[in-house]
Every structure is written in structure tokens, then in C-alpha cells.
């Protein structure tokens, strides 16, 4: 009967069958079974191709989603360089000195005030004080929308070096909610200078310029009488 | 001193973990919509905002951190937004001397803990020293 085995043909056969498959486990995914030859062994053959190829497409479409996961990965650690680079940035920006006016400089305070960013504007207030000799400085906190007693306390300090290198600080932009908790915290800001609004700061500050350098004319001007005594 | 414990009928609205300063201005903004959301005014969402911004600073500061759980729930007949600050930092060894005004056992101006309590419309503390602290804040429109 042709379709009964021949058991040598059939031996020679499971060696083959065994032969594809130890090259399949080490990797080799092209080998496949041939099944020209119609008998009971064929169905295995074909089941056995089946299941190569069913593999072969696994394999590769786990190659092409570890790729993808990969160029994900390198995206995101791409990103966040950039929001490490971008933080760092900020804060450098977030705290502008300007001067805006003869003897007047003006830090505008916008967003939360973490112990790293007061120091650096700390930092700038105290360099700019220096370099322009300025002797107002208005901190606007307008922006800022949670004064708690940690930021009390560093625009304290802040005041009290600016003081120390001779400048009179401004607080401005103090609102309704934030001076009532500043009251119920029961904290003192008593010994700084504030005003409600930038506007009252800026008037503020150019009427003590005009005290100032009206009193240095008027002192120059008593100094050249004496002389001319 | 009593153990604080959350009543079962309250609504829990959030957990958060306080990790690092960041976490800090976070959660203080997820306080103030809480606050919005409750229909509270401007006033009342700074002085609930900076009552738990005090609170994460202490626990950020002294306890290395801790967990937040927001909720909601009735008190003394009042819908009340509850925030309960859980650290298992060292305790506080005097209560009653970290509650009045001007003391501090670190840097900061001393006005953190009972100022707190005067932003908000119901205290409680409860610590037990090496074990930690928790503190439960409560404010109703």
C-alpha cells in the first residue's frame, strides 16, 4: 500500500524532522519540512512549518516592539534632560533683577518660593544691590500665591541683607486673602515696608528718591556756602 | 491626646505621598481646587492652602516626608474638607510647647503648627515620640 510507511524512509524522515527542529531552537528560522510526500507523517510535517512560522512572526514582532520600547525609552530620558535643563533655566529666570529707575531696583517674585530659589534671588537682589549701588529695592509677590512661614521668613532674611548692604527693601503686591493669613499665622512683617499694590511701591520708592536727592542737593548746596564762607 | 482615626461614613477624596519639596506644591494645589470645589471663598482657599503648606513643610522638614489623605465628611454638622498629614518622623516630645507661638525646634520662625490652627476651623495633633506624628485639619464654609 503506498500510503503505509516505509520504516527506513520513516526513520530517516523523524531524523530530518529532529535535525529542523534542533536549528530552529538554535536560532535558524528558515529551515523548514518538506512535505511533498502524501502519509501519516506529513500532517506532523505541516503542523511542525505551521508552528515555525507562527514563531518566526512572534519573534520578530517582539524584536520590533523592543525596538520601539528602546526608542521610547531614549525619547523620554531625551525629555526629561530637558526638563532638568529647563528647571534649571527657570530658575535662573524666575528671579529677574531690573533696575527701573534711578536708585530703584525691582524683583518681581512669580510662582512657588522653595528654599533653592530664594537663595538664588537672594543672591541676585544682594549682587545687583551692590553692582548699581541702588539703595530701594520693591520685591513684588504678586505673583506668588501662598505666603506660608517658611517664605515669610525668607523675605525677612532678604530684607535684612539687603539692609545690610545699605538698600531699603518694598514688599508690593500683597493681597486681601494673603495679608489676612499672614495676620492669623501671627506672623510680624511690621519691620518691612509694604504696599498693596507695585504701583504705591514704584510711588513710594520715587518719593523717597526725591527726598533723597533733594537732600543731597540741598546738603551740597550748604556745603558750598560754608565754603564760600 | 487622643489617636486620630478616620471615620468610616467621611468620603476619602486622595492619597498622597510627600516625598520631596516638590510634592509639597503639589498637593497644596489639589488642596486649593478641594477648597474651590467646596465653594469656599478666596480668602478661605489661602487660609486652608497655607494651613497644609505648613504642615507638609514639617513633615518635609522634620519627619522626611509622609502621606496626605484628603477627605470629606460632616463635622459638627458642617460639610468639612478634612486633611490628615501621617508622618513617621520622631515625634514631637512636647505637644503643648510646639503648639505655642514662637517655638521652634529647627529654623524656622516657630508659628508654623499654631498658626495652622488658627487658619482652620478644627485641630488635632497627635504624636507619640520615635513613632511619629499625625495631624488632622478640618474647615467647613
New interface residues.
Given amino acids: 500500500m503506498e500510503n503505509n510507511l516505509d520504516f527506513k524512509n520513516a526513520k530517516e524522515r523523524i531524523e530530518h524532522i529532529e535535525d529542523v527542529l534542533s536549528s530552529v531552537a538554535a536560532g535558524d528560522l528558515d529551515k523548514r519540512l518538506q512535505t511533498d510526500i502524501e502519509d501519516d507523517l506529513t500532517g506532523i510535517e505541516e503542523a511542525i512549518n505551521i508552528l515555525i512560522e507562527d514563531l518566526t512572526y512572534e519573534l520578530k514582532q517582539s524584536k520590533k516592539m523592543k525596538e520601539e520600547l528602546e526608542d521610547k525609552l531614549n525619547k523620554i530620558q531625551e525629555q526629561q534632560k530637558t526638563i532638568v535643563q529647563q528647571q534649571e533655566d527657570l530658575l535662573e529666570l524666575s528671579s529677574p533683577v531690573t533696575k527701573v529707575w534711578d536708585n530703584v531696583l525691582i524683583l518681581p517674585v512669580i510662582g ?1 518660593l ?3 530659589r530664594t537663595q538664588i534671588m537672594m543672591e541676585n537682589l544682594l549682587q545687583k544691590i551692590v553692582e548699581t549701588g541702588c539703595t530701594i529695592a520693591i520685591l513684588d509677590i504678586t505673583g506668588v ?6 517664605v ?2 525668607h523675605l525677612l532674611k532678604t530684607v535684612t541683607a539687603a539692609r545690610l548692604l545699605g538698600a531699603d527693601c518694598i514688599i508690593s503686591g500683597i ?4 495679608a ?2 499672614i495676620v ?4 510680624d512683617l511690621s519691620s518691612i515696608k509694604t504696599k498693596a499694590t507695585l504701583q504705591d511701591a514704584m510711588l513710594f520708592a520715587m518719593k523717597k528718591n526725591n527726598q533723597l536727592f533733594e537732600g543731597k542737593i540741598h546738603l551740597e548746596h550748604k556745603e558750598q556756602e560754608e565754603d564760600d564762607k | 491626646m487622643q489617636e486620630i482615626i478616620s471615620d468610616k461614613n467621611w468620603n476619602k477624596l486622595g492619597i498622597y505621598p510627600i516625598v520631596d ?1 516638590h510634592d ?2 503639589k498637593v ?1 494645589s489639589i488642596v ?1 481646587q478641594h477648597a474651590k470645589d467646596f465653594r469656599m471663598g ?2 478661605e ?3 486652608i ?2 494651613a497644609i ?2 504642615l507638609l ?1 514639617n513633615m518635609y522638614n522634620y519627619a522626611n516626608g509622609g502621606d496626605v489623605v484628603i477627605e470629606s465628611g460632616d463635622i459638627e454638622e458642617h460639610n468639612a474638607l478634612i486633611i490628615t498629614c501621617i508622618d513617621k518622623g520622631p515625634g514631637i516630645e512636647n505637644v503643648e510647647l510646639a503648639m505655642s ?1 514662637g517655638y521652634t525646634s529647627g529654623m ?2 516657630g ?2 503648627l ?3 490652627k ?2 482652620v476651623d478644627k485641630f488635632e495633633i497627635y504624636s507619640e515620640p520615635q513613632k511619629g506624628t499625625t495631624v488632622r485639619i478640618m474647615k467647613w464654609k
Avoid: K, W
Fill in positions: 512657588t522653595d528654599s533653592q500665591p501662598t505666603v506660608d512661614t517658611q515669610a521668613n493681597s486681601p486673602a494673603i489676612q493669613t492669623h499665622l501671627g506672623i | 519639596e509639597i506644591v497644596r486649593r478666596i480668602v482657599q489661602t487660609r492652602t497655607t503648606s505648613e513643610r507661638d524656622g520662625m508659628y508654623g499654631p498658626g495652622a488658627r487658619l
